[in-house]
């Protein structure tokens, strides 16, 4: 079992920049897909952004440009940088991690972009 923590969510304003982090109970290194997924109120969840254990990244296009997903498997941590955020970035967002084919998921942080 591996658990999933995630900080740095919070209120922030329209252009502003947040840092997700996650920090995983495992060595991420193992891990072989790690994503950042948000939910807003009446939608569905979606990806954001996924790397891979081979360093492949991948960013949904509302994202591409303001987003990186990096990890630092020293620390067995995954991170999301949000900048230039958008009130539509407003959601939960949940980290998720996938060792062959089993699934986690962390409790997820609220991101709030409002002026």
């Known amino acids: 079992q591996v658990q999933l923590v995630e900080s740095g969510g919070g209120l922030v304003q329209p252009g502003g920049s947040l840092r997700l982090s996650c920090a995983a109970s495992?060595?991420?290194?193992?891990?072989?897909?790690m994503g950042w997924y948000r939910q807003a109120p009446g939608n569905q969840r979606e990806l954001v952004a996924s790397?891979?254990?081979?360093?492949?990244?991948y960013y949904t296009d509302a994202v591409k440009g303001r987003v990186t997903i990096f990890t630092d498997n020293a620390k067995n941590t995954v991170y999301l940088q949000m900048n230039i955020l958008k009130p539509e970035d407003t959601a939960v967002y949940y980290c998720h991690a996938a060792i062959d084919a089993l699934r986690f998921w962390g409790q997820g942080t609220q991101v709030t972009v409002s002026a």
């Open positions: 495992g060595s991420i290194s193992t891990m072989g897909f």
């Open positions: 790397i891979t254990n081979s360093g492949t990244t």
